[in-house]
């Protein structure tokens, strides 16, 4: 009998704790889903109402009861705001000058981070310290030097002194940020550096020995060894770069305020509307654009502008999830 009691005992204890277990890990699921679920809101959220705006009748907009679907569905905003941007051209300009950065971006901090990875020399860990320190110095405190510099562009003083001139003026071109590209200097290089840096040491030495012994040299077995092993950290950089490149307002703001490039156009998208819609829409009783209108487009120029990066995130988001985990950014 006491044999029996104790096994029942036992077996109500064992299922009291599967019970405790089971609600421990379902309310754990239901935060967690929650938890997921408001992040993604709020990440969606611009998105989906830009959208909204994009298919929003002008009519719809004065209407009380309309919240995020349209009653009254249109692509003239979009044809407008693609007409505004003059958009197709503009994309086209914007992808070439992007690529090529990106492209001399992620060569030279392959170069840089692999230099500072595996060659160790007298000062590498202070030029490797000023390198990090690129990372945290805010860009507007470089933006007096760098436009100076490049307004009088001049390697060693050899052009005065050949000319007499100053130097080059580079303004209002793209040769400033292939410049910094091609010498990591660029935007976000210090970070892009990092992360081949840290990739770089987590690889075996003996890889470089053996290549070493096969008469490889130090350029050889970088691009024929060591650049081949190095795709996880190559994605990432790219796509960082392409990202951040796209969407930058510093460098073409500074270098390049005359250039046809994406985000300068959606910066003064506000002004160009203001000045076309009463042309293609019709004046208001004023005599000026419908704001709310103006603001309507806006958003609407903004989402044509997002597009291209959205659809490369649908393309490459597997792969740059596992890129990430296998660099050395989380090691």
């Not at 298919?55 to 007409?83: E, G, R, S, V, W």
Request: proline content about 5%; overall charge positive; aromatic content about 14%.
């Amino acid at each position: 009998m006491a044999t029996a009691r104790t096994a029942e005992n036992t077996a109500t204890k064992f299922n009291r704790h599967k019970l405790r277990n089971k609600t421990v890990d379902m309310l754990y699921s239901i935060f967690r889903y929650v938890l997921i679920i408001g992040i993604s809101f709020i990440i969606l959220y611009p998105i989906l109402t830009k959208i909204s705006y994009a298919l929003k009748d002008k009519q719809d907009i004065y209407n009380p009861t309309i919240y995020m679907i349209p009653m009254h569905f249109t692509f003239d905003n979009l044809k407008l705001a693609k007409d505004l941007l003059n958009y197709w051209p503009l994309l086209g300009n914007t992808l070439f000058y992007v690529v090529v950065v990106m492209l001399l971006q992620t060569a030279s901090c392959a170069l840089a981070g692999y230099g500072f990875a595996r060659f160790k020399f007298p000062g590498s860990n202070i030029l490797f310290t000023l390198v990090i320190l690129t990372i945290l110095v805010p860009m507007s405190t470089l933006m007096v030097p760098m436009y100076l510099h490049f307004r009088s562009f001049d390697v060693l003083g050899i052009i005065h002194a050949i000319t007499g001139k100053e130097g080059v003026n580079l303004l209002n071109s793209y040769w400033p940020s292939i410049i910094t590209s091609a010498t990591a200097n660029g935007l976000k290089s210090g970070l892009f550096i990092y992360i081949f840096r840290q990739f770089f040491i987590g690889l075996p030495k003996e890889i470089e020995e053996a290549a070493l012994i096969d008469g490889a040299g130090g350029i050889r077995t970088f691009f024929q060894i060591m650049l081949p092993n190095a795709i996880p950290p190559m994605i990432t950089v790219i796509l960082f770069s392409f990202v951040w490149t796209y969407n930058d307002t510093f460098y073409t703001s500074l270098f390049m305020s005359e250039s046809s490039l994406m985000p300068l156009k959606i910066a003064s998208l506000p002004a160009d509307t203001s000045q076309f819609l009463p042309v293609l829409m019709g004046l208001g009783t004023s005599g000026q654009a419908d704001p709310n209108y103006v603001a309507l487009i806006v958003d609407t120029g903004i989402l044509l502008a997002i597009i291209p990066l959205i659809v490369l995130y649908l393309f490459v988001q597997r792969h740059f999830v596992e890129s990430v985990e296998r660099t050395g950014v989380v090691g």
